[in-house]
């Protein structure tokens, strides 16, 4: 049997014709170097980054409303999420080059009615719905609304800027609702590219 | 170079000078636990924890309709779904902690209300549509056609919190496996690591 380092079958040792090569021994290492690569993008990480924000108050979307202060961050491996405050989008840094990722961002909301839309983006680059590589919208005759904007598996740039976006053809407030479904945004390491 | 495990280039061995120490051995023992509770949740697991459910009959939905029993369990690694039976509703129970938990119901219908609207709901601990949901999804309907993705990732959960899954829709409809294969369905999965 070949195993995932290259090395063939072990014998026991002392052994008085076969050495425990460093050959031997670095293949096991460049094994584990692998996948802790794949797994954590990198042999000094030990998880992946995952970015994850909700919003504990209302969110008032009128026109195309970026994410912008306001918002509460419960994890960011990697502190890549920057709030320059006010009404100016915040945006997430991608950390890392070589890996795909997961794109989700939702919000929710009600007492809209009759024939309106509710839509979310996700923008790379700049804070401009121009530059949007994931889209959801929502037509709304009444009752509750939920907006998902999901992105599995998007290859991106150590240096890419997230922007988040929602709108509404009519003023509305997107809210906690039903207890603990919360207007959220999650960015997460997902693997390889 | 140093690799994952800490550890120095190697060397050839049998060596009069250095030993094969129980510091660089232990590093690669710590490596491989690392791994192992990143991927499995826990170095003694061959893998994570996963829990897939579908429906292959007919639900009437008018109102709410919690799932309870009926569901084909396909995939249930840990043997976390519990069947209370007749009207209670079923759920899951999350096996360990410190790890984040994908969580999904969806369902389809041919023929929906017209002006009418569908939604689904995940709930967190206990039973309750409209006070204890952490995840959810609506869709406006108008007699087509009608599917909820009720969807949320990366969710942070303790051991033993209880998953349950409801439906709802503001007219009779009948949810059952349509086009073929696209069955209700319920998945939960360990997404690794917080």
Redesign the interface.
Known sequence: MTHATGNGTWKD??DTTT????AR??N???S??R??TS??AG??R???A?F?AYRPTNWAISGDTWVSSGWTV??DTDSKWTVPGGTTASYYTIPYSGRVW?L?F?F?FSGITGNNIGAGKINIGTASVAQSIASDS?????????V?V?RPSVPLTAGDKLYFAGWCSTPCTAAT?????VS?I?V?DVGPA | MTHATGNPVWKDYPDTSTIVSAAKLNNTETVLDNLHTSEYGGNTRTRPALFRAFYNGSIAVNGDYYITTGWTIDIDTDSGWTVPGGATPSYYTIPYGGRFWDLLISFGTATTGANSAMTAKIMLNTASATTTAIASDSRSTNTWEGNVYCWRPCVPLAAADKIYFSMWSSAAITVAPTFGFWYPNLMIRDAGPV
């Open positions: 040792y002392p050495k425990v090569t460093a021994l670095e096991a290492e460049t584990f170097d996948l802790y797994e954590y042999t000094a030990i998880k992946r995952v994850r419960t994890h997961d989700f939702k929710q929502r037509f709304v005759i009444g009752g509750e609304t939920n998902m999901w609702q039903y207890g603990g479904v959220e999650i997460r």
